[in-house]
């Protein structure tokens, strides 16, 4: 045996260490996509941060304000009786939400 290590040993580590590699390999693609997805959130929220402010002393709403900040408005149908409200909920173009998150973490 002197310094050998049998063929069997020998291939049983190659594998292993393949897999590893491949593990490995995904998790960084993974991690990487990761990382981009959030780079472009907070970038999407800077920019959205800095439109808000923009408009922040606005005393009315404009076209152009519409344009910038808001991706898009739902309305919806006529209620059955006077006494329900009309669903209108606005769409912007970043979710506020995550750009709070982001902001006051």
């Known amino acids: 045996m ?3 290590m049998p063929e069997d040993i020998c291939v049983e580590f190659i ?8 593990t490995l390999a995904e998790e ?3 991690l990487e996509t990761r990382l981009t997805e959030t780079e472009s959130k907070q970038q ?12 922040l002393n606005a005393p009315e709403l404009t076209r152009e304000m519409c344009y ?6 739902v309305i919806g149908g006529l209620p059955e009786s006077e006494e329900e409200t009309r669903m209108i909920d606005i769409v912007y173009k970043v979710d506020i939400m995550s ?6 973490q």
């Open 2 to 4: 002197k310094g050998k």
């Open 15 to 22: 594998r292993k260490y393949s897999d590893e590699k491949k």
């Open 28 to 30: 960084i693609t993974e």
């Open 44 to 55: 999407s929220a800077d920019d959205f941060i800095r439109d808000i402010k923009k408009y």
């Open 68 to 73: 910038e900040l808001i991706d898009r408005i």
């Open 99 to 104: 750009v709070l998150r982001y902001k006051f």
